[in-house]
Nanobody, 124 residues
Framework: QVQLVESGGGLVQAGGSLRLSCEGSGRTFSNYDMGWFRQAPGKEREFVAAINWSGDRTYYADSAKGRFTISRDNAKNKVYLQMNSLKPEDTAVYYC?????????????????WGQGTQVTVSS
């Protein structure tokens, strides 16, 4: 089992940057592939980025490529999402999630552990 807590959200102007953090509890954090998802008002939750357990493979949604970077520090039980060149359409609640499914996945239903989310608001 792993419990996840996100932080780092806030209000930023378009073109700005934010770094989200997600801290996991327990000694098994490095066993999990990790993902970031987001849910905008009135929309379904969508995949943003994922990273495998060792940090040497990453995956991004098209909307995140070139602007967002996912990384992790297993010694600190943390995963990060660096978001640059933010746009108003990036406004959403951002969730980190953990999966023990084989093969890093972009599919929401394969993630078994979720954080409570952190709000990101990008003003125009």
């Amino acid at each position: 089992q792993v419990q996840l807590v996100e932080s780092g959200g806030g209000l930023v102007q378009a073109g700005g940057s934010l770094r989200l953090s997600c801290e996991g509890s327990g000694r098994t954090f490095s066993n999990y592939d990790m993902g970031w998802f987001r849910q905008a008002p009135g929309k379904e939750r969508e995949f943003v980025a994922a990273i495998n357990w060792s940090g040497d493979r990453t995956y991004y949604a098209d909307s995140a490529k070139g602007r967002f970077t996912i990384s992790r520090d297993n010694a600190k039980n943390k995963v990060y999402l660096q978001m640059n060149s933010l746009k108003p359409e990036d406004t959403a609640v951002y969730y980190c999630a953990a999966t023990s499914a084989v093969g890093t996945t972009t599919l929401e239903f394969r993630y078994s552990h979720w954080g409570q989310g952190t709000q990101v608001t990008v003003s125009s």
